[in-house]
């Protein structure tokens, strides 16, 4: 979900074409130079509280430069996920909080930005108890006392995580915990039943066919 503050910016995705509008463009002044690390800080304090009022977890806040303006990307989550619905509604109250804050309390951030609120894909590393409680059931690769295991998360418990590896369960604390990577799961091929394929046991009816022919003396001659 992306919103566009300061005088609605144009929207990333469009590329300016040739021409006038190329040199109209390439005349635009480049955002302003910022502290990068305290502009981030500056918003998250203003949209930390909305978004939790909202009942959801900031998980990141990233600031960076893309032309004449900034580009500020904020991560949310829930337990259960969280839908496109929710994040338009995030998207639009974190939005009003950094207008909010710039006529109250001054400058958020200098110039012209673009908002884009989202949640995060399985390729985030879990890092909190909270990561570990909503991949309750997913495989997860990890590195416990410089080794790293490879398990699923049967559990997430106050203390740590139970995670089964091979077989074996054993109780894991959060602290011995280093950053956990989800793992992507595909079915088996050799598991998969395909529409063409007869079941295992099945007889292949092309197979009988050919079985009649040959026994009435009508098969055809290759």
Partial sequence: MTQRGRGGARP??????????????????????IDLVAARSRVRAVIEPVVVAAGFDLEDVTLSRA???HVVRVLVDAD?????D????VSREISQALDTAEENQGEVLAGEYQLEVGSPGVDRPLTLPRHWRRNVSRLVTVTVAGRSLTGRVTAAQETGVVLDVEGKSSEIPYADLGPGRV??????L?????????AQGEPDDDEDE??????????EER
């Fill in 183 to 188: 793992q992507i799961e595909f079915k088996r």
């Fill in 80 to 84: 259960g996920g969280i839908s496109l």
């Fill in 210 to 219: 050919d079985d009649d022919d040959d026994e009435d003396g009508e098969g």
């Fill in 86 to 89: 929710d994040v338009a509604v």
């Fill in 12 to 33: 990333a995705s469009r590329r300016s074409g040739g021409g006038r509008e190329a040199a109209e463009e390439s005349r635009q002044p480049a955002a302003p130079r």
């Fill in 190 to 198: 050799d598991e998969a039943v395909f529409p063409d394929e007869p």
């Fill in 67 to 69: 032309g004449r303006r």
